[in-house]
């Protein structure tokens, strides 16, 4: 039972990750059709930023501890922000509307060397500052309960803000149909980089507070954008409330098969579930079935 309870904790909060990545993909996603695949280096980056720049000592009674959460976030959405540029701008010459798979992954190979020069090849290990839960022969660390509350809080952040902002309803508008918002005499691509902007910092606050509960390195970055893109593909690209339920049930599959069957097997285990849903229901379990113009 106590071993139960480990995995059920640990899952949902590690899904709950995945999840805020799967919302970030989301973000950018519904802007401007893009699917950014360096946002699981963006994650790495936020972990970083976090072991850098956090003074020592800094807790959740410290202003610092508040003042890094702020920096980095700002710090990682401005990543974003350059990085959505860079994808942007060759899609807008004729015959580029797919140029964003090899700029994303450049992009994302770029981040991976530069988080390589600057903290070599070892794993960063960030603090966990947010106590731990007590089972009766094992204890789970807080940062997975305070994850979930996050992936809560992102989901309906983002729900009030499309719904009651000025640039949150462009930003609809843009997810309905590019041209149209275009031609109402919306600024797609200010609204797109914001996108770009809005999903650094949704993954600079999972790199922040779930930076102790992943491994930060240069080489895991790949790993965690295939595990958000795959919720977010269980959940149906763009449904940020199927990230929100299909994260925390990919998750406890995830710890399952790591501590069933050992952690080897959780990729080949996360292609399977892919391939399953896309052979079953390809928008995604949560997803709604787009018509197709004939």
Same mark, same amino acid.
């Given at each position: 039972?106590?071993?139960?309870?480990?995995?059920?904790?640990?899952?949902? %909060?590690i899904?709950?990750?995945?999840?805020?990545v799967?919302?970030?993909? $989301?973000?950018?996603? $519904?802007?401007? %059709?893009? =699917?950014?695949?360096? +946002?699981g280096?963006?994650?790495?980056?936020?972990?970083?930023f976090?072991?850098?720049?956090?003074?020592?000592?800094?807790?959740l009674?410290s202003?610092?501890?508040?003042?890094?959460?702020v920096?980095? @976030?700002?710090?990682?959405?401005?990543? #974003?922000?350059?990085q959505g540029?860079?994808?942007?701008?060759?899609m807008?010459? !004729?015959? %580029? /509307?797919?140029?964003?798979?090899?700029?994303t992954?450049?992009?994302?190979?770029?981040? #991976?060397a530069?988080? =390589?020069?600057?903290i070599?090849? +070892?794993?960063?290990?960030?603090?966990?500052?947010f106590?731990?839960?007590e089972?009766? /022969?094992?204890?789970?660390?807080?940062?997975?309960?305070?994850?979930v509350?996050?992936?809560v809080?992102?989901?309906?952040?983002l729900?009030?803000?499309?719904?009651t902002?000025?640039s949150?309803?462009?930003l609809n508008?843009?997810?309905?149909?590019v041209?149209?918002?275009?031609?109402?005499g919306?600024p797609?691509?200010?609204? +797109?980089?914001?996108?770009?902007?809005?999903?650094?910092?949704?993954?600079?606050?999972?790199?922040?507070? #779930?930076g102790?509960?992943? !491994?930060?390195?240069?080489?895991?970055?790949t790993?965690?954008v @295939?595990y #958000?893109?795959?919720?977010?593909?269980? &959940?149906?690209?763009?449904?940020?409330?199927?990230?929100?339920?299909?994260?925390?049930l990919?998750?406890?599959?995830?710890?399952?098969?790591?501590? &069933?069957?050992?952690?080897?097997?959780?990729?080949v285990?996360?292609?399977?579930?892919?391939?399953?849903?896309?052979?079953?229901?390809? +928008? &995604?379990?949560? %997803?709604?079935?787009?018509?197709?113009?004939?």
């Amino acid at each position: 039972m106590n071993e139960f309870l480990v995995i059920v904790i640990r899952g949902v %909060g590690i899904g709950s990750l995945y999840a805020l990545v799967a919302m970030s993909l $989301n973000v950018a996603y $519904n802007a401007s %059709g893009v =699917l950014n695949f360096a +946002q699981g280096h963006l994650l790495v980056v936020a972990g970083v930023f976090s072991y850098r720049w956090l003074p020592e000592g800094a807790g959740l009674t410290s202003l610092q501890w508040y003042l890094t959460l702020v920096a980095v @976030i700002a710090a990682t959405a401005l990543v #974003g922000v350059v990085q959505g540029l860079i994808t942007l701008l060759p899609m807008r010459r !004729e015959g %580029g /509307d797919h140029s964003w798979v090899a700029t994303t992954i450049a992009a994302s190979i770029v981040l #991976g060397a530069l988080i =390589l020069l600057w903290i070599g090849p +070892q794993v960063v290990n960030v603090p966990n500052y947010f106590g731990s839960v007590e089972l009766p /022969d094992s204890r789970v660390p807080g940062s997975y309960i305070v994850l979930v509350l996050c992936a809560v809080a992102v989901w309906a952040a983002l729900r009030w803000y499309q719904r009651t902002f000025l640039s949150g309803l462009a930003l609809n508008a843009l997810s309905q149909d590019v041209d149209a918002a275009r031609a109402a005499g919306i600024p797609a691509m200010r609204y +797109q980089l914001l996108a770009f902007g809005i999903a650094g910092a949704i993954t600079a606050l999972a790199g922040f507070v #779930g930076g102790s509960a992943i !491994e930060i390195s240069g080489s895991r970055g790949t790993n965690y954008v @295939i595990y #958000g893109f795959i919720v977010a593909v269980i &959940g149906g690209i763009g449904n940020n409330k199927g990230a929100l339920i299909a994260g925390p049930l990919f998750g406890v599959l995830m710890m399952y098969v790591s501590f &069933g069957l050992g952690g080897g097997l959780q990729v080949v285990t996360a292609l399977a579930v892919i391939v399953v849903v896309l052979l079953l229901r390809p +928008q &995604g379990i949560f %997803g709604r079935p787009h018509a197709r113009r004939v």
